[in-house]
C-alpha cells in the first residue's frame, strides 16, 4: 500500500513539474507578443483578462482568509468566479438556439444558408460545455454512482468525496498543462478551422478549453478543502456542515 502510494505522489509531482514548466516558463512567447501589442486583438485581451481574474481571485480570497484566519473567504472567492462562468455558459446556450434558429430560417424559408452557423453552434457548445463543467461540480450535480453513497454519514462521504478529488486533482492538472500547450501551438500559427467555408480563427475556442479546466482545478481544489472542514468540524448532519462553509 505503501509503495502505491509513494509511486502516485511521484506521479503527481511530474504532473505539477509538467504543469509548472507549461504554465510559467513556456508562456514566454504568448505573452511577449500580447505586450508588444496590448489589445490589438479582442481575444488576446480576454485571455489575458482572464488570467489576471484567476490570479485576483486567489490573491483575494488568500488576503481575505489571512485577514479573518480562515479558508472559507477563499473558497467563496472560487465558487463565486466559477458561478460566474457558469451563469456566461448558460447564456452561451441561449446564443446556440439563437443562432440555430436563424440558420434554419435563412436555410429553409430565405434560401440564404450562412456560411458560420455551423462553426458558431460547436464553438457556442462546446465553450456553454466548459464554462459549467466547474459550477456543475460545485452544485454536485456531476453523475455518481450513488447506491451506496447515500447510505452512509457526512463524515464518511466527505472522505470518499476527498479520495476522489485527490485522485482528480494531478489529472486536472495535466489536462490544464496539456491545453495550455495545445493552445499557444495554435495561437503561434494562428490556426483555421478549416472547417467551412468561413474559416475562422481556432485557438480562441482552444482556450475556451482551458477556461473550462482551470477553472475545474481551483473548484476540485475548493471541494478538497470543503471536505477537510468538514471532517474537522464533526458536524452530524450535511446543513450543519455546509451552514459556515458554502
Avoid at 89 to 108: D, Q
Avoid at 137 to 152: C, E, G, K
Avoid at 188 to 216: D, H, Q, Y
Wanted: glycine share 6%; charged share 15%.
Amino acid at each position: 500500500m505503501l509503495e502505491v502510494f509513494g509511486k502516485f505522489l511521484d506521479f503527481s509531482g511530474r504532473i505539477l513539474e509538467y504543469f509548472w514548466t507549461s504554465f510559467f516558463q513556456n508562456t514566454g512567447p504568448f505573452f511577449r507578443i500580447v505586450f508588444e501589442a496590448p489589445f490589438t486583438s479582442f481575444f488576446e485581451s480576454l485571455v489575458v483578462l482572464f488570467l489576471v481574474g484567476v490570479a485576483l481571485t486567489i490573491l483575494l480570497g488568500i488576503v481575505r482568509s489571512a485577514i479573518q484566519f480562515s479558508v472559507v473567504p477563499l473558497i467563496h472567492a472560487v465558487e463565486m468566479f466559477t458561478r460566474f462562468f457558469g451563469w456566461v455558459g448558460a447564456w452561451g446556450t441561449t446564443l446556440l438556439i439563437i443562432s440555430m434558429v436563424f440558420e434554419v430560417i435563412s436555410r429553409y424559408f430565405l434560401g440564404a444558408p450562412t456560411k458560420w452557423a455551423f462553426e458558431v453552434a460547436y464553438m457556442l457548445m462546446g465553450t456553454s460545455f466548459m464554462f459549467g463543467i466547474a459550477y456543475c461540480m460545485q452544485m454536485r450535480r456531476h453523475v455518481r454512482v450513488d447506491f451506496f453513497y447515500d447510505s452512509v454519514g457526512l463524515k464518511t462521504r466527505s472522505i470518499i468525496d476527498l479520495c476522489g478529488f485527490l485522485i482528480l486533482l494531478p489529472m486536472l492538472l495535466w489536462l490544464c498543462a496539456g491545453l495550455w500547450d495545445y493552445f499557444q501551438q495554435a495561437y503561434r500559427v494562428n490556426e483555421l478551422s478549416g472547417e467551412s467555408a468561413w474559416n475562422p480563427i481556432i485557438w480562441p475556442f482552444k482556450f475556451a478549453f482551458v477556461m473550462g479546466f482551470i477553472l475545474l482545478l481551483m473548484q476540485t481544489v475548493a471541494e478538497v478543502v470543503k471536505c477537510i472542514l468538514v471532517l474537522l468540524e464533526h458536524k452530524e448532519t450535511e446543513a450543519e456542515a455546509t451552514e459556515n462553509i458554502i
